[in-house]
Every structure is written in structure tokens, then in C-alpha cells.
């Protein structure tokens, strides 16, 4: 939550490689592999999440396996596989609402709404033939983009509220708040930003609350 990549990693590394159980390596593995995915180190991401999803399917461990399947359409999405990343996204996100795994499932829909609004931006590099991977997948999602990630952020707020995971909630305010700022939506991108600042400093979730107020201070300075 403090956006301290390098000591999660260690601390990951250390759980994975000291675990006796079995399972509770799997699922130090599971979190180093996220971990790995969102500092943009995805072959490491790769290797993590498909030993998981493994160990996952050889032993029925169904509760780290749909965390895996989420990670690693977000995995796939990155590196241009659109159309199977989502995919897989939503087979986990169906995983989760049939086991009733609602923390899991507000993080999916934060990650679902962060992978739209991404369309809406244009972030990242995609390379032309990324583009002619995906052309199909493109032309279908971009016209409705912005609402499909605002619908994602909305409802992984709903859930994570029901169940108190802050975090979360932070997280999707804070995204939803940057898509409403790119959107041109001021007044509404300001309420998210301030409510995403209030539930970080709750969490002292310290990098997370520096881009919200970053963000929340930009805009004020664009009036």
C-alpha cells in the first residue's frame, strides 16, 4: 500500500522460499507475482503465477488458482493479449461470485475498470502489430470504454465498502477519479480524489495518497 515494491518483493521472496506448508508457499508466490506484475517486471510475473496456477490445478487449491487467473489476464492484457486477458478476468471474476469471495472480487473489478480506462487513455505502447492483434477487440471496447471502467470502479467501490477493505476502495476512487479528470469532469473527479485521500490517509497508505493528492492539487490548478 506504500507503493514499496523493493521490501515486498523481499519479504515475498523470503515466505516462498522459507514456507514448509506447501500451500502457504503457493501462496507467498501468488502475492510475489503481483507484486512483480504491477512493477512492470512481467516475466518474473509470468514465471510466479504460472507455478501457482500449477500447483493450483494438481491440488484444487481453488482460492489462490481464480487470484492467479485474475493476475494473470491482467498479465496478458500488458503484454497485448487483450482479448484472452479479459477473458480470463472475467472466468475468475464468475470464480469469485460463485464462492462469494468478495475481496477478491473488488479488486477484479478495480483491475476490469483500470484495464478500460486505460483504453480510454491510450496508455502504453502498443505497437502496430499489437494493433492488428487486436483490431477486433478495439473497435468492439473503445466506443464504450470510459463507461465500462467508470461501471468497474463504481461497483468494485460498492463491494469493497460492504466489506470494509479500504485499500480497495482507495484504489478505485483514486482511478476513478483520474478518469473522470480526463473525462473533463472536474466536480466529480474532485469528490473521488478527496474521498481517495481521506481512505489512504486511513491506511497510511503513503505512495497511493501522494498520487492522490497530486493529482487532487493538479486540478485545482487547472480551474
Request: charged letters at 25%; glycine letters at 8%.
Amino acid at each position: 500500500m506504500r507503493s514499496d515494491f523493493h521490501s515486498a518483493i523481499e519479504c515475498l521472496e523470503s515466505g516462498t522460499r522459507l514456507a514448509v506448508d506447501p500451500f502457504y508457499s503457493q501462496l507467498s508466490r501468488l502475492n510475489l507475482g503481483s507484486i512483480y506484475l504491477f512493477s512492470n517486471q512481467l516475466d518474473k510475473a509470468e514465471t510466479a503465477i504460472e507455478e501457482v496456477l500449477s500447483y493450483s490445478e494438481k491440488f484444487g487449491a481453488g482460492v489462490i488458482g481464480i487470484q492467479a487467473c485474475i493476475y494473470m489476464g491482467l498479465l496478458l492484457i500488458a503484454k497485448g493479449q487483450m482479448r484472452k486477458g479479459l477473458k480470463l478476468l472475467e472466468e475468475g471474476q464468475r470464480e469469485c461470485l460463485e464462492n462469494q469471495w468478495r475481496t477478491v472480487y473488488a479488486r477484479s473489478e478495480c483491475a476490469l475498470g483500470k484495464v478500460y480506462s486505460q483504453i480510454v487513455e491510450g496508455s502504453g505502447p502498443i505497437s502496430l502489430s499489437t494493433m492488428a492483434k487486436n483490431i477486433g477487440f478495439l473497435i468492439k471496447n473503445v466506443p464504450f470504454a470510459s463507461k465500462k471502467a467508470e461501471e468497474h470502479f463504481n461497483r468494485a467501490i460498492e463491494v469493497a465498502k460492504e466489506i470494509g477493505a479500504k485499500g480497495t476502495m482507495g484504489m478505485a476512487y483514486l482511478d476513478l477519479g483520474l478518469l473522470y479528470r480526463m473525462k473533463g469532469k472536474t466536480e466529480q473527479a474532485q469528490k473521488s480524489l478527496s474521498e481517495a485521500i481521506q481512505l489512504f490517509e486511513q491506511c497510511e497508505a503513503e505512495g497511493f495518497l501522494k498520487q492522490a493528492k497530486e493529482a487532487l492539487a493538479s486540478l485545482e490548478g487547472e480551474k
